[in-house]
């Protein structure tokens, strides 16, 4: 943790091998926007690519106000060998989806120049420990288009099973979860 001095506020930190992850800041705004409005990038995400920095400050701020009320959310991906923004991931919460209530969603999205080279399934990985062992979570979910067979597979890499699809804004998303008691048992084996 890093203590603000101005406010006192903690700013949590995780680290990986080759990634460090920050709460997202008003100057990721720019990397936010490159990030978000690449149509590669939000092609299974069920956004619209954004077409304006203003909708990446509000899409900061609104994570940011999770970060207050919650605790949590998602978290600039920090390349370590480049001090590079690569996007971001992260735990959320959402109250009710896929029928299902109270839910800590797993996420990350990387900027394509990332893609392909271990960073998705790093960092969720990392977050998945992080839920368990920190926050003491009982589950976590994550679920992404069905059409998404590279995300799918770092879910499953990461051992959360497929327990069913449904659909979100039209959609077909496949639905992922992986509980504590199996997490360990799979860590510990």
Not at 64 to 76: I, M, P
Not at 178 to 188: P, S
Request: a negative charge; aromatic letters at 12%.
């Amino acid at each position: 943790m890093n203590v603000n001095p101005m406010t006192g506020y903690q700013t949590p930190t995780l680290e990986t091998e080759r990634l460090w992850f920050r709460e997202l800041r008003l100057s990721d705004a720019q990397d936010m926007f490159a990030l978000d409005s690449d149509p590669d990038v939000v092609r299974y995400a069920g956004d619209a690519p954004l077409t304006h920095i203003d909708q990446a400050r509000e899409r900061i701020e609104g994570i940011q106000q999770q970060y207050r009320a919650l605790g949590l959310g998602r978290w600039a991906a920090i390349r370590k060998d480049t001090q590079e923004f690569m996007g971001w991931a992260g735990l959320m919460y959402i109250q009710a989806i896929n029928g299902r209530t109270d839910v800590y969603d797993l996420g990350y999205r990387f900027l394509p120049k990332h893609w392909g080279q271990g960073f998705a399934t790093e960092a969720a990985s990392a977050f998945i420990t992080h839920g368990f062992d920190v926050m003491h979570l009982q589950r976590i979910s994550a679920y992404a288009d069905v059409r998404h067979t590279a995300s799918r597979h770092v879910l499953e890499k990461c051992g959360l099973a497929l327990t069913n699809t449904f659909m979100d804004d039209g959609d077909v998303c496949a639905w992922y979860v992986i509980d504590h008691a199996t997490w360990t048992r799979n860590r510990n084996p």
